[in-house]
């Protein structure tokens, strides 16, 4: 698996097609996040614009091979095992990309709460900070799976499928990213920074899900 992963990495660099994403991120988090502002505030926004910059890699890696050379690849390590080294890729990408811009957030933000009185707990910060990359990238990465290819072949349907989707994962109660956002805005109230765990635990069993049925799926239509 690893050389797997590490062939569909080569793709996406070589490709340069990661590079709309990552400007997209880039982009929303400096609209969104700026200097001085509550620090929890800015986590909980540029983690909910990581969401959908994922779903993209994800759509983006799991189509980057041309026919020919998927046939190939998965002819020779499986399909299943061709597809889930693919979403490993974009969920991969998608933490490093959300980590830096979480770091950049922490460094440029003022440290308190929203009224600017009560300090926020470092540590504890950081590891919210943290899990809140990795919910968002994992629900993220899980919408761009169910929108393409295997399970969804028409581009254009693909594309809008895709944004509706990350919107409502987004706002939707229930939804692991919202209570991740929601919890992060809530708590740059009063400075108590909120534990995470249980979106986590979510995000990671709708991304494996996701993953199951396009492994399913990819190894019944190679």
Do not use: F, K
């Not at 072949?153 to 895709?162: A, I, N």
């Not at 400075?191 to 979106?199: H, N």
Request: charged letters at 10%; proline letters at 6%.
């Amino acid at each position: 698996m690893t050389a797997l992963v590490r062939y569909q990495s080569a793709l996406l660099l070589r490709s340069q097609r990661w590079l709309p994403p990552v400007l997209l991120y880039a982009v929303l988090v400096a609209v969104g996040a700026r200097a001085g502002d509550p620090v929890l505030d800015s986590l909980g926004y540029a983690s909910a614009a990581l969401l959908p910059v994922a779903a993209w890699l994800a759509r983006i890696c799991a189509t980057q091979e041309p026919p020919a050379a998927r046939q190939v690849t998965a002819a020779a390590a499986g399909p299943a095992r061709a597809q889930l080294a693919a979403l490993l890729t974009a969920s991969g990408g998608a933490v490093a990309l959300g980590v830096a811009g979480n770091a950049l957030v922490v460094a440029m933000s003022d440290w308190r709460n929203t009224s600017h009185q009560v300090r926020v707990d470092p540590l504890p910060m950081v590891v919210a900070a943290l899990l809140a990359v990795l919910v968002c990238a994992s629900v993220g990465t899980a919408v761009g799976t169910l929108c393409t290819w295997p399970l969804l072949r028409s581009p254009g349907w693909s594309v809008t499928l895709t944004a509706l989707l990350a919107l409502l994962a987004v706002v939707t109660v229930g939804s692991p990213a919202r209570a991740v956002v929601w919890g992060l805005v809530s708590g740059s109230r009063t400075g108590a920074v909120p534990v995470l765990v249980l979106p986590l635990v979510g995000a990671l069993g709708v991304a494996a899900a996701a993953a199951g049925a396009a492994c399913v799926l990819s190894s019944r239509r190679a």
